[in-house]
């Protein structure tokens, strides 16, 4: 069993920055996949970036590409998100997720994740 603790959300103005962690449980911390997702109300959870189990390889979503930057530290069962020049539309509630039977998908679905966090609320203001 695996639990995911999400810290660092806040209110930033637009243009600013922010960097999320995840913290995990767990024995094999550095097979398992994981990745962001966020979510506003109305509207499916979208992919933001994700990171294979050793933190090799990366991917992010179109939307943040240039500007966000995924890493974790296995040492310490983190993982992390830097966001930089935020934009009012990245207001959402960001998930933290694990797969422990997918070590990396560039293009991850929330349905393949085993775990998530409970969501930090992120708000970007003009």
């Known amino acids: 069993q695996v639990q995911l603790v999400e810290s660092g959300g806040g209110l930033v103005q637009a243009g600013g920055s922010l960097r999320l962690s995840c913290a995990a449980s767990g024995r094999t911390f550095g097979n398992y996949g994981m990745s962001w997702f966020r979510q506003v109300p109305g509207k499916e959870r979208e992919f933001v970036a994700t990171i294979s189990g050793g933190g090799e390889r990366t991917s992010y979503g179109d939307s943040v590409k240039g500007r966000f930057t995924i890493s974790r530290d296995n040492a310490q069962k983190m993982m992390f998100l830097q966001m930089s020049s935020l934009k009012l539309e990245d207001t959402a509630v960001y998930y933290c997720?694990?797969?422990?039977?997918?070590?990396?998908?560039?293009?991850?679905?929330?349905?393949?994740?085993?775990?998530w966090g409970q969501g930090t609320q992120v708000t970007v203001s003009s």
């Open positions: 997720a694990a797969a422990d039977r997918m070590y990396y998908n560039p293009y991850p679905r929330p349905d393949e994740y085993d775990y």
